[in-house]
């Protein structure tokens, strides 16, 4: 797909010594490789591993992207570090991005540690939250790989939005990376005033990489967590939101269709159904494609 298919892996690899640069607060320093694709017999799609030099001499930055929190990541950046610093035998600075706040109240883990018979294993690793970061200083900074998530960001409003996707056209990331913002920004605004100033095509957006991440994979991975923390109920009214969230977004729904799909969707309780309903509105060509992909799904009275 050339240009346009940027998933977070190739967001973060577009310019990786722009925000490695500001990750480490150091303008000296340089990136000597992407070693990503010498190393996915390990890492996921979704990781970056960059060769860096400084004036601690040559390391290696791990990145990790994630849509939403991972119980798993602590043990699996340990694995990675270990790995990349046998592979390369250089020291590993590794780093989490997580894109969409959790549910809940905690403090999110940056450090793996276990104790196993007298003996003890320790991993710390930085964690970046796209809601803690300010967006106007992102966008000032010019730090390609995050303007996509600005909306996401502290101080995010419509002028940042505007902003931010005048700055991926200037600087040419592509169509990929303004659907990405302007995916998100319908999360935080009113869809059909996103569509007005990402002016986005929905066929580009459905064969989108990170549309499709974000509809699967990413909600595939929050109904998951959600099972196993025992929060069925609530996790099936989010998908049910979902859902209307996405034929918003695509179809512009009157308050009479939202009503319609609302108590339609009301019929299931079964999180894996309503998550195939997640696919179907991200996929389905109109409104009515969809209503009939609902009727097939809910369970005869």
């Given at each position: 797909?050339?240009?346009?298919?940027?998933g977070?892996?190739?967001?973060?690899?577009?310019?990786?010594?722009?925000?490695?640069?500001?990750?480490?607060d150091?303008?000296d320093?340089?990136?000597?490789?992407?070693?990503?694709?010498?190393?996915?017999?390990?890492?996921?799609?979704?990781?970056?591993l960059?060769?860096?030099?400084?004036?601690?001499?040559?390391?290696?930055?791990?990145?990790e992207?994630?849509?939403?929190l991972?119980?798993?990541?602590?043990?699996?950046?340990?694995?990675?570090?270990?790995?990349?610093?046998?592979?390369?035998?250089?020291?590993?600075?590794p780093?989490?991005?997580?894109?969409?706040?959790?549910g809940g109240?905690?403090k999110?883990?940056d450090?793996?540690?276990?104790?196993?018979?007298?003996?003890?294993?320790?991993?710390?690793?930085?964690v970046?939250?796209?809601?803690?970061?300010?967006?106007?200083?992102?966008l000032?900074?010019?730090?390609?790989?995050?303007?996509?998530?600005?909306?996401?960001m502290?101080?995010?409003?419509?002028?940042?939005?505007?902003?931010?996707?005048?700055?991926?056209?200037?600087?040419?990331?592509?169509?990929?990376?303004?659907?990405?913002?302007g995916?998100?920004?319908?999360?935080?605004?009113?869809?059909?005033?996103?569509?007005?100033?990402?002016?986005?095509?929905?066929?580009?957006?459905?064969?989108?990489?990170?549309?499709?991440?974000?509809?699967?994979?990413?909600?595939?991975?929050?109904?998951?967590?959600?099972i196993?923390?025992?929060?069925r109920?609530?996790?099936?009214?989010?998908?049910?939101?979902d859902?209307?969230?996405?034929?918003?977004?695509?179809?512009?729904?009157?308050?009479?269709?939202?009503?319609?799909?609302?108590?339609?969707?009301?019929?299931?309780?079964?999180?894996?159904?309503?998550?195939?309903?997640?696919?179907?509105?991200?996929?389905?060509?109109?409104?009515?494609?969809?209503?009939?992909?609902?009727?097939?799904?809910?369970v005869?009275?």
């Open positions: 797909m050339g240009q346009a298919d940027i977070s892996k190739r967001l973060l690899e577009a310019e990786p010594e722009k925000w490695v640069r500001w990750l480490l150091d303008p320093l340089q990136v000597k490789a992407v070693l990503s694709g010498e190393f996915q017999f390990v890492l996921r799609y979704n990781d970056v960059l060769q860096v030099a400084g004036e601690q001499g040559s390391f290696l930055v791990l990145a992207s994630q849509l939403h991972d119980p798993a990541m602590p043990r699996r950046v340990r694995s990675y570090v270990g790995l990349a610093e046998e592979k390369y035998g250089m020291p590993v600075y780093v989490v991005f997580y894109w969409l706040p959790p109240e905690g999110i883990p450090y793996y540690h276990s104790e196993f018979m007298g003996l003890v294993a320790h991993q710390d690793f930085r970046v939250l796209a809601w803690e970061l300010d967006a106007r200083e992102v000032r900074r010019e730090v390609m790989a995050l303007v996509p998530f600005v909306s996401l502290k101080g995010a409003d419509e002028d940042v939005i505007r902003e931010g996707v005048a700055l991926l056209r200037r600087r040419g990331m592509g169509k990929e990376a303004e659907v990405v913002l995916l998100f920004a319908s999360f935080v605004m009113d869809p059909e005033q996103v569509r007005r100033i990402v002016r986005w095509n929905m066929a580009v957006l459905r064969e989108s990489p990170w549309y499709r991440e974000i509809i699967q994979e990413g909600l595939q991975q929050g109904i998951q967590q959600g196993q923390q025992g929060l109920q609530g996790l099936v009214e989010a998908r049910r939101q859902v209307l969230h996405l034929l918003r977004v695509r179809f512009g729904l009157s308050l009479k269709e939202a009503k319609e799909v609302e108590e339609r969707l009301q019929e299931i309780e079964e999180p894996s159904l309503l998550q195939e309903l997640v696919v179907a509105a991200a996929q389905a060509e109109s409104l009515e494609t969809f209503l009939a992909s609902l009727d097939g799904k809910r005869p009275a």
